[in-house]
């Protein structure tokens, strides 16, 4: 097996602390690379997944940003709880935020169904952040994670596998798509846990009983946004020159060539560059309105 690039080795490598704080009674989790001084990036993961899927792109992320990524409820190593709601995962990436403790200098980016909670924090809080950046996320459309689950394609009763390796090679993304095997590996062998009898995935496949009314995400923003599509991913060209008319064409929609939906998983240099160009380019100018 060809061994993985330097660069990503070095990012599974830096410094990393981790941390939680309580949210209407669950304790969540999270991740935090670089200067607690400095600005924060908050990095919210997609359906089923969690903040691992972020080890290689956060730190690439770190030059004068604090980055924390987050474990919503349900997901990750964050507690479960008896329903799930965009808002109330909407409050838990707020309250990380805050944790932080650089909230108004705090850009929040989300992929998939995070993007979907980031674009609800941003409706919800929108002041109290400073940008909101959503990764392929079908605004008018069920998340694919959700899709998959309402119509029993994935994400089930969790299965438990004998061994670690028994349910690493079973890791799929949802779609499915090319990848990085390196990548992959990594993110599928932080996607387990023990349980009785063997291993299984953290995720509560409960997140998807959720109501799937999707609240408006786009009114009353009082924060930057922008909105990044993968080439091949679930936001066609036609849905992005939309959102980027209701945005009243001031947010930028940028497009990732050759990637799948899951942008870190096959394009993840492509996706830091992209949102390094995003970052640079909001630092020197002056946000309308």
Request: hydrophobic share 45%; charged share 20%.
């Amino acid at each position: 097996m060809t061994p993985p690039p330097a660069w990503f080795s070095a990012a599974l490598d830096a410094a990393v602390q981790e941390g939680t704080t309580a949210v209407d009674g669950a304790s969540i989790a999270y991740r935090a690379w670089g200067d607690p001084d400095g600005r924060s990036i908050v990095l919210v993961h997609g359906g089923a997944a969690h903040s691992r899927w972020w080890d290689h792109i956060a730190p690439l992320l770190t030059d004068g940003w604090r980055v924390v990524a987050v474990d919503l409820s349900g997901h990750g190593d964050s507690d479960r709880r008896d329903r799930y709601s965009l808002d109330t995962w909407a409050r838990e990436v707020l309250a990380v935020v805050a944790e932080a403790g650089t909230t108004a200098a705090s850009v929040v980016i989300g992929h998939s169904m995070g993007g979907l909670v980031t674009l609800r924090l941003a409706t919800l809080a929108g002041s109290q952040i400073a940008g909101a950046v959503a990764i392929d996320s079908p605004v008018r459309d069920m998340a694919p994670e959700d899709r998959a689950a309402r119509q029993h394609l994935a994400f089930g009763p969790l299965r438990v596998y004998p061994t670690p390796e028994a349910a690493v090679a079973r890791f799929r993304p949802i779609p499915d798509q090319p990848t990085l095997a390196y990548i992959a590996d990594h993110v599928a062998a932080t996607s387990i846990r023990p349980a009785e009898g063997g291993w299984t995935w953290k995720f509560d496949p409960n997140v998807f009983a959720r109501d799937h009314l999707t609240p408006e995400l786009l009114t009353r923003l009082d924060c930057r946004v922008a909105l990044f599509r993968a080439e091949h991913g679930l936001v066609t060209p036609q849905q992005g020159e939309v959102l980027y008319d209701r945005l009243g064409r001031v947010a930028p929609v940028i497009e990732i060539p050759v990637a799948g939906h899951h942008i870190m998983l096959d394009q993840p240099v492509a996706l830091v560059a992209a949102l390094r160009t995003l970052l640079a380019d909001w630092d020197h100018s002056i946000p309308h309105g």
